[in-house]
DNA sequence: CGACTTTGACCAGCGC
DNA sequence: GCGCTGGTCAAAGTCG
């Protein structure tokens, strides 16, 4: 997978877990969050089709929009709607890994077989990924992070990083077509 | 003052 | 049918 604005860092992990526990040059996984990355826990069968989880979906405003209206009509219907879902464990002493995204915590509550899991939801006000991120009760320095979606807009701050980049890209472009 | 977190209440799904 | 459980809401509080 390309290196996606979608999952910076993540997409490592997902492409390839051994690779992902070096990953220096990631700007997104700075030094107190290089997790070991332990394991998958998807919920899934291995063997898991991870591409449409991690491909940009194409934008289907229609469907977006009468998604969130059914979401919205009917409050707490969960369960019922199938959503793109993976999960994977990290050992970090931050419970939320800094994946590029903004977040915006929307509940925290005490659960059988995780102390307090917390439930983020991005900010971006088109996007409706949501993350859940627990400590796991043997371990506690482990952290499970599952992700509920997949983006529709472009990593924030890779975006941010890029864009001196791409000002020269885009500067250079008329003199390299001179040559 | 906007963005974000905290936290108690609410409610639907599920197992018995 | 009932109680438990987990996910979400929303008001209040906090922070920069």
Redesign the pocket.
Known sequence: MEPSPHFPCLSHQIASPSAARNCPSDPYNPPEQQAEHLSFASGEPSGVDWAPLLLPRPTQEGEDEAGREK??S???????VSRPRFAFRTRSAND?LDDGY?????????????MY?????C?HHTCNV?K?V?RMTEDTSIVVT?Y?GVHNHPCEKLMEALSPLLKQVQLLAPVMGML
Do not use: D, H, M
């Open positions: 979401e919205r009917s409050r707490r219907t969960r369960k019922v939320v903004r977040w915006r915590k929307y509940g925290q509550k005490a659960v059988k077989n995780s899991p917390s439930y983020y939801r900010t949501k859940q627990q599952t509920e």
